[in-house]
């Protein structure tokens, strides 16, 4: 089982698409997979079939350990993958937690539990580098980045960069960056060419072959609860999850 943190503190640059689009796509491949939200808004449960106010047990439980994941995940069957969900008791975690031992650690170890379960589990991080998202980086093998090819994205991933250093240096070591995904890609603007050709050169291996481009079905999607990669998969975004989801399959072959 390899476990990914889809993250970067920005807000709306994609993290949650490519969450719940690449736990489709990897399931398609027939890949198992369990999708972990850990962020307040509840969007990547949403988006995955799973009505988060009506929850039973969600992350939250996990973090606090009154619920272990086998407890507390849901198969969403519409999407093919399980489903670890979110809404906004998550919010107080961040508060409950601080007062816990080992409160970095918490998904980790619950996250033993389910070793054999899965093949993937992706974490989609809320846009912060905060407790929740400190948990997630502590859980994992990897970060996927997602990234828009404009003028100021390698600023932003600075800060996310040093983050990663430091708990891979101090909480976790199997940590590292697997790869920037170009995302919201359109090749007819120039600038976004130029940049994406400063990734490469910079990034060189770190960045992802697949390019998943700007298209509205991948936006549609999440207003009938359903991935992209579901709801069309024919369209052109849902396309290109399903390689990126082949690409990280070839991946962890090397991992
Ligand atoms: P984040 O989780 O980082 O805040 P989201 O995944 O919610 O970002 O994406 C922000 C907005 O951009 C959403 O409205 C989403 O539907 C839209 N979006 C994301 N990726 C694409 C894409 N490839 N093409 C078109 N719209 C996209
Ligand atoms: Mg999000």
């Known amino acids: ?3 990914f ?3 970067n503190q920005k807000g709306g640059v994609g993290k949650t698409t490519t969450t719940v689009n690449l736990a489709a796509g990897l399931a398609k491949i027939g890949q198992r997979v369990l999708m972990v939200d850990l962020d307040p808004q509840g969007n990547a449960t949403m988006g995955s079939g799973v009505d988060k106010r009506k929850l039973e047990l969600s992350v939250y439980d996990v973090l606090l350990e009154s619920a272990s994941i ?6 969403s069957e519409k999407v093919g993958y399980h489903v670890l969900g979110a809404n906004r008791d998550l919010a107080g975690a961040e508060v409950e937690l601080v007062a816990l031992e080992h409160r970095d650690q918490r998904l980790r170890t619950a996250l033993k539990e389910v070793s054999e379960d899965y093949d993937f589990v992706l974490i989609d991080c809320p846009p912060s580098l905060s407790m929740l998202t400190l948990n997630g980086l502590c859980s ?4 996927i980045v997602p990234m828009q ?3 100021f994205a390698l600023e932003g991933l600075t800060d996310l960069v040093n983050t990663i ?38 990034f060189s291996d770190k960045v992802f072959n697949a390019v998943i481009p700007r298209n509205v079905r991948l936006a549609e999607a999440p207003s009938y ?15 290109a999850f399903v390689e990126f989801a082949a690409e990280m399959v070839e991946r962890i072959k090397k991992m």
């Open 1 to 3: 089982m390899k476990i």
């Open 5 to 7: 943190c889809v993250a």
């Open 70 to 75: 086998k407890e507390a995940a849901v198969n």
């Open 140 to 143: 994992a093998h990897g970060v």
């Open 149 to 151: 090819c404009e003028y």
């Open 165 to 202: 250093k430091q708990v891979h240096a101090n909480l976790n070591k199997d940590l590292q960056i697997i790869g920037l995904l170009r995302v919201m890609f359109d090749p007819r603007i120039t600038l976004q060419q130029q940049v994406s050709d400063q990734l490469k050169a910079h």
């Open 225 to 239: 609860g359903l991935p992209g990669v579901v709801f069309d998969p024919s369209a052109k975004g849902s396309l």
